[in-house]
C-alpha cells in the first residue's frame, strides 16, 4: 500500500526541515568517489563497495558508511558537488523548501577553515542547474515567487521550477564550548547569506548538554532559531533541561519517559519525525511502535523529515508514503500535514505565505472528490 502512495506522495508540494547534508549524499557518488581513492591507493574499493550499493543497511552497515562519508569528503570541491546534488535530490522529490543541517568542518591539511566549508555549500547552493534554488531572503512580490502549476491532473502533478534553500549550522556534540562559540559566530556573519539557525547533533552518548548551554542561549539572544537532536537515548537529566530550553524544535525525542512525554506535550515544541532513520538506528522497535501515532493523536506539531535519506535509503515522499500507509491516514491528511509544517520553518511570514500558496495550488489536483477537504474546486476540464 505504501508503494501505491509513495507516487501521489511525490507529487504533493513538500517541506523539509531535517536533513543532514553528509547523510544525503547519492550512493552514486559515493561510489564514484570511493573508486578514485581506491586507484589512488587510499583505501581498498572491494572493502566498501557493497555496502555502497546496498540498500537494506544494518545498522553496523550504517555506521560505517557514516565513517566513509566522513573520509570522502574532505575538500571543497567534494562539498560543493554533494551540496548541489542534495538540493536536486530533494527538489525531485517535490521539496519547495529544505533546511539542510551541516557541521562545519576544519581540514587544515588543504586550508578549509570553518568558514571555506560553509562558503564551499553555499556555492553548491548556487551550482543548482536543474530547479531554480532561491537561497537568500526574498525581495520580490509573493505572486512573482509562486511557479505555475500545470493542469495535467494527480498522475504528473504540479511542476515545482523553484525550491527555497536555507542552511543550519550543527554543533557537533564532540567539541567543546569553544568550537561551539565559532559555530555561532558564523552563523551570525553568515545570517544574511542563507544560514537561518543552529542544530545540536552528533553521538547522544558523547558530550554534556551544560558545555553547550552557554553558546545556545547567545545564539538566541542573538535572533537565531534552535533546533536539537533529543532523546536519541535515554538520558533523563539531559531531556528535561532540553524540554526545559524550549528550542524552537526537537528532533526525533524518541527515548522519553512518561514525565517527559507529559511535558513535551504540553510544550508544543514541534517535532521533527524521521520514521525510518528511527527505526534504522533501533531507537524504536518498529514503524508500528513509532511515537508518531501518539503525538498525532495529540494533535502535537509534527514534521515528517528523512534525517540521513542517502545512508538510510529513503525519500521524503516514501517518509510521507509510510506514514500515511502505516497510521491509516488519508490523502486529505497527508495534504494537511504537509502544509501544516510550513509553520515551523525558520522563515519570515512573507516566505511562509509563498509556500501556503504554492501547497494551496496543488491541492484540488491532488485531492479526489469527496474527502474532506474544505474549500477546494474541481480543475477545469
Not at 1 to 28: F, Q, Y
Not at 45 to 63: A, G, N, T, Y
Not at 196 to 216: E, K, R
Not at 332 to 340: C, I, N, R, S, V
Request: aromatic share 6%; hydrophobic share 40%; with cysteine.
Amino acid at each position: 500500500m505504501a508503494e501505491e502512495l509513495e507516487e501521489w506522495c511525490r507529487c504533493l508540494p513538500k517541506v523539509e526541515l531535517h536533513a543532514h547534508l553528509n547523510g544525503s549524499i547519492r550512493d552514486a557518488t559515493l561510489l564514484e568517489l570511493a573508486r578514485e581513492r581506491s586507484k589512488k591507493g587510499q583505501l581498498v574499493l572491494s572493502d566498501v563497495e557493497d555496502v555502497i550499493l546496498k540498500d537494506d543497511r544494518s545498522l553496523q552497515e550504517c555506521f560505517k558508511l557514516f565513517d566513509l562519508i566522513h573520509v570522502l569528503t574532505t575538500d571543497h570541491g567534494t562539498i560543493s558537488r554533494v551540496a548541489k546534488e542534495v538540493i536536486e535530490d530533494f527538489a525531485a522529490e517535490n521539496v519547495i523548501y529544505l533546511e539542510l543541517r551541516t557541521t562545519p568542518k576544519k581540514n587544515e591539511a588543504i586550508g578549509m577553515s570553518k568558514r571555506s566549508y560553509v562558503e564551499a555549500v553555499l556555492a553548491g547552493f548556487k551550482a543548482v542547474e536543474t530547479v531554480e534554488a532561491i537561497f537568500l531572503p526574498i525581495d520580490g512580490s509573493i505572486q512573482h515567487l509562486v511557479p505555475p502549476v500545470q493542469q495535467n491532473g494527480p498522475a504528473k502533478g504540479p511542476r515545482m521550477c523553484q525550491i527555497f534553500v536555507r542552511l543550519l549550522l550543527s554543533i557537533d556534540r564532540r567539541e567543546n564550548l569553544g568550537g561551539a562559540m565559532e559555530t555561532v559566530q558564523l552563523a551570525l556573519d553568515m545570517r544574511n547569506s542563507g544560514v537561518v539557525g543552529i542544530d545540536l547533533s552528533g553521538n547522544p552518548i558523547v558530550g554534556d548538554w551544560q558545555t553547550f548551554l552557554p553558546a545556545l542561549t547567545w545564539a538566541r539572544n542573538q535572533g537565531l532559531p534552535i533546533t536539537l537532536h533529543c532523546g536519541e537515548v535515554p538520558n533523563r537529566q539531559e531531556i528535561q533541561c532540553m524540554l526545559d530550553f524550549h528550542p524552537e524544535r526537537l528532533g526525533h525525542v524518541c527515548c522519553l519517559d512518561d514525565l517527559e512525554w507529559k511535558t513535551l506535550k504540553a510544550s508544543d515544541i514541534p517535532v521533527e519525525v524521521c520514521l525510518t532513520s528511527n527505526v534504522r538506528t533501533e531507537c524504536v522497535t518498529s514503524i508500528a511502535d513509532h511515537h508518531f501515532a501518539d503525538l498525532y493523536q495529540e494533535k502535537h506539531p509534527l514534521i515528517l523529515c528523512t534525517d540521513d535519506p542517502g545512508v538510510f535509503s529513503t525519500t521524503i515522499s516514501w517518509e510521507y508514503a509510510l506514514a500515511g500507509s502505516c497510521f491509516e491516514l488519508t490523502k486529505a491528511e497527508l495534504f494537511q500535514l504537509a502544509k501544516g509544517a510550513v509553520k515551523f520553518i525558520f522563515a519570515d511570514d512573507k516566505l511562509k505565505q509563498t509556500l501556503r500558496l504554492i501547497i494551496d495550488a496543488a491541492e484540488c489536483d491532488l485531492l479526489i472528490p469527496n474527502e474532506d477537504v474544505e474549500n477546494c474546486l474541481a480543475p477545469e476540464k
